[in-house]
């Protein structure tokens, strides 16, 4: 998952199973603002710029398959029908299988490391569906408000409207994949 802003640009470069890809940088209203003091440039006004609070990638597969990398956690990975199939969230990795969510538990047996299908608890779903929501509503809000920066996008000369359609159809309450592949 992507930690360091290098780490994001790399992702955008090299996420090449995405078809269409964009590296928002995300602003926080009038919390993330600042005033900035008079300089010579600035022929003695004071000037305010806005402060990025978060970076999100997301990105489309040739399938409509989304991804949101929102920072390093959380990310969501919804199949081709806006099913949650995989999430990464609070130090966490789950998968979807047979409509149901899932954590995998990495478990080392001498050279081999395996993936343990745990049930989650409720109190584990309510939390990572309230993130979903928290990142949706905030996509959204970014959608209507354009409170946002475009760092980078793949292709160049991409309109989003991948990004706006799904943004239309995206559902706050999470629904589970058939299975975690794409």
């Not at 995300?26 to 003695?44: K, N």
Request: proline share 4%.
């Amino acid at each position: 998952m992507a930690i360091e802003e290098s780490d994001r640009e790399d992702l955008l470069r090299e996420a090449t199973r995405f078809s269409k890809r964009v590296l928002l940088a995300l602003f926080d209203g009038e919390s993330a603002r600042m005033t900035v003091l008079p300089t010579p440039l600035a022929h003695d006004e004071r000037q305010e710029i806005a402060m990025v609070q978060v970076h999100v990638f997301i990105g489309c597969r040739s399938n409509g398959a989304i991804s949101v990398y929102w920072e390093a956690q959380p990310v969501f990975q919804f199949n081709e029908q806006g099913q949650l199939r995989r999430a990464y969230f609070s130090g966490n990795k789950y998968a979807a299988r047979e409509g149901k969510l899932y954590r995998l538990d990495r478990e080392r047996r001498g050279d081999q490391v395996q993936n343990l299908w745990s049930d989650i608890t409720d109190e584990e779903l309510r939390k990572l569906q309230q993130a979903w929501r928290s990142v949706l509503s905030s996509l959204l809000e970014v959608r209507d408000k354009l409170d946002c920066c475009i760092v980078g996008q793949v292709p160049p000369d991409d309109d989003l409207s991948w990004l706006r359609t799904w943004l239309g159809v995206a559902h706050p309450e999470l629904t589970f994949s058939a299975n975690p592949n794409a």
